[in-house]
Nanobody, 122 residues
Framework: VQLQASGGGLVQAGGSLRLSCAASGRAFSNYAMGWFRQAPGKGREFVAAIDWSGGSISSGDSVKVRFAISRDNAKNTVYLQMNSLEPEDTANYYC????????????????WGKGTQVTVSS
C-alpha cells in the first residue's frame, strides 16, 4: 500500500485544516487507517484511527474533541478534519495503514506515508 498525505499548511490558531491521505496498491478497505504526528524534538504521537468500515474510531486525548477522522473507501482516501487548531498541534502529520484496528491504535503500523507539515501560528 502506498500512502500520500496532503492538505497541510500554515494556519492561525483557532483555524481549521483538512488532511487527506490517498492510498494505492492493495485493497484499501482491508486496512485500518490512522494519523500520527511528530513535532520537532518529540516522539511520534498517535492522533486518530478508523477501522475498515468506519464503525470504530479512536482518537488521542489531546485532539479528541477537535479532530475527526473519516474515510471514503470508494475513493481510497482517509481524512483528518482538524478544528480549533492550537500552536501545540504544529507537527509533521503521517498517514498509516494497518491490518488491525487494535494494532494501529497502539502504534502497530504496516505502512507509513510521507508526512505533511502543519504549522499553527499564535
Amino acid at each position: 500500500v502506498q500512502l500520500q498525505a496532503s492538505g497541510g499548511g500554515l494556519v492561525q490558531a483557532g483555524g481549521s485544516l483538512r488532511l487527506s491521505c490517498a492510498a494505492s496498491g492493495r485493497a484499501f478497505s482491508n486496512y485500518a487507517m490512522g494519523w500520527f504526528r511528530q513535532a520537532p524534538g518529540k516522539g511520534r504521537e498517535f492522533v486518530a484511527a478508523i477501522d475498515w468500515s468506519g464503525g470504530s474510531i479512536s482518537s488521542g486525548d489531546s485532539v479528541k474533541v477537535r479532530f475527526a477522522i473519516s474515510r471514503d473507501n470508494a475513493k481510497n482516501t482517509v481524512y483528518l478534519q482538524m478544528n480549533s487548531l492550537e500552536p501545540e498541534d504544529t507537527a509533521n502529520y503521517y498517514c498509516a495503514a494497518s491490518g488491525s484496528f487494535n494494532s494501529i491504535v497502539r502504534g502497530g503500523v504496516n505502512y507509513w506515508g510521507k508526512g505533511t507539515q502543519v504549522t499553527v501560528s499564535s
